[in-house]
């Protein structure tokens, strides 16, 4: 069973002043593939905040898999890559491509896309942008890679 923790990055959603449509899909979806949400938070677009987050989750073990929305763009507070980027301790480059590849195709500006992905720990950690057509075709282009991911980060290697 894949634990997820769904972190939202937005500094409105944050102070509850709009309600946070990417997290609430990423949960559905989530749930529709019979994985177990762990954590769900909504944060501001704080470098520091976001790292400190990112670091508890998967040094505590909260979740196998942690999914953030928001905070990529070119936004000035748009800082949610470089903090992943802080935290992890491998990069996992093909995860972005996909979902670049992917994505772009139907919606060049897709491209302009700063998400990252890596593993801390245990934790495989990938951002997705904070729209909810982003976050739908995202997560649709990744989410057969992720069981076998998570399976080999816990230690399963039987399957290549």
Not at 3 to 12: F, L, S, Y
Not at 117 to 122: M, Y
Not at 140 to 156: F, M, Q, S, W
Request: aromatic fraction near 4%; hydrophobic fraction near 40%; glycine fraction near 8%.
């Amino acid at each position: 069973m894949i634990k997820v923790a769904i972190i939202t990055v937005n500094d409105k959603g944050s102070k509850g002043l709009r309600q946070d449509k990417s997290g609430e899909l990423l949960m559905k979806m989530v749930e529709e593939e019979g994985w177990i949400k762990t954590l769900y938070l909504i944060i501001p677009d704080e470098k520091e905040e976001i790292e400190q987050k990112l670091k508890e989750i998967a040094d505590n073990n909260i979740a196998d898999l942690i999914l953030t929305t928001g905070g990529t763009g070119f936004a000035l507070r748009d800082v949610t890559p470089e903090a992943t980027k802080n935290v992890i301790e491998k990069e996992v480059p093909g995860i972005p491509e996909k979902i670049r590849y992917a994505t772009g195709v139907n919606a060049p500006m897709a491209y302009l896309s700063r998400g990252v992905c890596g593993i801390r720990k245990f934790t495989l950690i990938i951002n997705f942008p904070g729209s909810t057509k982003a976050v739908k075709e995202c997560f649709e282009a990744v989410k057969a890679l992720i069981p076998h991911g998570i399976n080999i980060l816990k230690g399963d290697i039987t399957e290549h």
